[in-house]
């Protein structure tokens, strides 16, 4: 005899706990709208403002670093692109590949890489010292008193 | 009057002009092909026939081993989707004038679901998508004895463009993120949640916001618009699958 299942009787198991996929989506909404205005704001600095691109120099970005606000600036600037760029991949991956070794091998290399980026531009952005103590004097940028 | 309505056809029909159109199929039979293959047919067509009456025949002329769906022939029973020139259509609803005769005219089964044989495709993993969603009435309060459910108008057009579908899978099928995982809802699930999430009458919304918040429900959408383009029916399936989104991020309908 076959047994026929109530009819209200849900197929997939409820699932509990956070929904990444659902906050996901929602970083890349929210992420999208703010690199909006960080990525025209640092275009506009960068190329725009004062002499435009040919100011950019090794003087210029030092400039920059030296005050906190470019700092933190270029710190979301760097976590909100980054993991944004990231999760498209992801999804990217999801699209291309089926489950599977390859699909967690892809996966997990995209998040090393997200990891070691962060880590290594963080450090950059608030270690940065353009006159480092110490260091030979030819070495140097010239607007260093060392030099 | 049936002397004159019986006359006037013969006088028309030697007016409209013939002309041969090629169409290659995707053919696959699973008992002695390995693999899918193309196989073209020359048919003698009229600008106002439909890509369903050359699929007639070449059926019923050239080789009768052509296999596929139809049932009504009027775009409402969604029977005979397919892929017409690498676009999801009802071959019912597509006229041979509105495509480019001057090239052969591709045409093949719907893709994401299992080939059968030609262009008949297994059904089943889009309609379990479709019964997981919950597609029924459900109301936790009785309507007052003798009485209907009532419902006013702004109400009813709330989810009046979801009530349109008819199940064809044409949306589903021309989904990417459908191609590739077999496991996301599909368009065609999300189209028939809305309709009973946003429906005054039913008291289960919760349930299937509950169930479309999967890790294969709605955020798997990339809006994409294949599935707007591809329903027969005029559904804006991706703004349906929106509100769906946003009526899960509020909580409620």
């Given at each position: 005899m076959t047994t026929i299942e109530a009819p209200r009787s849900p197929s997939r198991p409820a699932r509990r706990g956070v929904n990444l996929e659902k906050w996901g989506w929602i970083y890349m909404r929210v992420s999208g709208v703010l690199l909006v205005v960080l990525i025209f704001g640092?275009?506009?600095?960068?190329?725009?403002v004062g002499e435009g691109v040919k100011a950019i120099d090794?003087?210029?970005?030092?400039?920059?670093?030296?005050?906190?606000?470019?700092?933190?600036?270029?710190?979301?600037?760097?976590?909100?692109?980054l993991i944004h760029g990231a999760n498209g991949m992801r999804t990217l991956v999801n699209d291309y590949t089926n489950p599977g070794k390859v699909q967690t091998t892809l996966k997990v290399a995209l998040g090393a890489a997200v990891v070691?980026?962060?880590?290594?531009?963080t450090l950059v952005i608030f270690t940065?010292?353009?006159?480092?103590?110490?260091?030979?004097?030819?070495?140097?940028?010239?607007?260093?008193p060392a030099a | 009057m049936s002397t004159a309505t019986t006359d006037a056809p013969e006088a028309t029909e030697t007016a409209v002009p013939s002309f041969t159109v090629t169409f290659i199929i995707r053919r696959f039979d699973p008992d002695a092909d390995a693999e899918p293959r193309w196989q073209d047919f020359d048919v003698e067509?009229?600008?106002?026939?439909?890509?369903?009456d050359a699929l007639h025949k070449i059926k019923w002329e050239q080789d009768g081993s052509l296999t596929f769906r139809r049932s009504c022939a009027h775009g409402i029973c969604g029977s005979d989707a397919m892929r017409i020139n690498g676009r999801n259509r009802l071959a019912c609803k597509t006229l041979i004038k509105d495509l480019d005769i001057s090239k052969p005219i591709y045409v093949e089964a719907i893709k994401g679901l299992p080939l059968e044989k030609d262009l008949v495709v297994d059904m089943e993993p889009f309609f379990a998508s479709f019964r997981e969603v919950q597609p029924f009435l459900q109301a936790s309060t009785a309507p007052e004895p003798g009485k209907e459910r009532i419902q006013d108008v702004v109400a009813r057009e709330r989810f009046d463009d979801t009530t349109k579908c008819i199940l064809c899978a044409a949306c589903t099928t021309s989904c990417p993120v459908f191609w590739t995982d077999g496991q996301y809802f599909g368009p065609?699930?999300?189209?028939?949640?809305h309709r009973f999430i946003f429906d005054?009458?039913?008291?289960?919304?919760?349930?299937?916001l509950d169930i479309l918040n999967d890790k294969e429900g709605v955020w798997r959408c990339r809006t994409t618009f294949n599935c707007s383009d591809a329903c027969p029916r005029g559904i804006?399936?991706?703004?349906?699958?929106?509100?769906?989104?946003?009526?899960?991020?509020?909580?409620?309908?």
């Open positions: 640092h275009l506009f600095v960068n190329l725009l090794f003087g210029f970005v030092a400039g920059k670093w030296a005050s906190p606000f470019w700092q933190w600036y270029d710190f979301f600037l760097l976590w909100f692109a070691v980026l962060l880590t290594l531009g940065f010292d353009a006159c480092p103590a110490g260091s030979p004097a030819e070495l140097l940028p010239s607007f260093c | 067509m009229f600008p106002t026939d439909r890509v369903l065609a699930a999300i189209v028939n949640a005054s009458r039913d008291d289960a919304a919760q349930v299937r804006e399936v991706t703004k349906a699958i929106s509100e769906v989104k946003q009526a899960i991020m509020r909580g409620k309908p």
